[in-house]
Nanobody
Framework: QVHLVESGGGLVQAGGSLRLSCAAS????????MGWFRQAPGKEREFVSR????????YYADSVKGRFTISLDNAKNTVYLQMNSLKPEDTAVYYC????????????WGRGTQVTVSS
């Protein structure tokens, strides 16, 4: 099992910044990649960004490219999402995900952290 705990969400004005953290514990070696997803009210959960444990592979959704930066502290088993130039449409619950070597049915999710961007 991999246990994921997100933190760093909150209320911010448009144009502001937040940094989300996701601390992983447990059998972290069973996951090969970490990522962030988000779900706005009334919408489906969508991909935001992902990073391999080695940090060599990074991807972003087009909607956040150039504004968000994902990073990883292997020593702390923590993945970060630096969010700059926030927009009201970034408002959502942000979830951390760990992709399991065993396949998507074994992936792990955190409980999420709320990000609210006011206009």
């Amino acid at each position: 099992q991999v246990h994921l705990v997100e933190s760093g969400g909150g209320l911010v004005q448009a144009g502001g910044s937040l940094r989300l953290s996701c601390a992983a514990s447990g059998r972290t070696f069973s996951a090969y990649r970490m990522g962030w997803f988000r779900q706005a009210p009334g919408k489906e959960r969508e991909f935001v960004s992902r990073i391999s444990w080695g940090g060599s592979s990074i991807y972003y959704a087009d909607s956040v490219k150039g504004r968000f930066t994902i990073s990883l502290d292997n020593a702390k088993n923590t993945v970060y999402l630096q969010m700059n130039s926030l927009k009201p449409e970034d408002t959502a619950v942000y979830y951390c995900k760990a992709d399991s070597w065993m396949g998507p049915e074994y992936d792990y999710w955190g409980r999420g952290t709320q990000v609210t961007v006011s206009s």
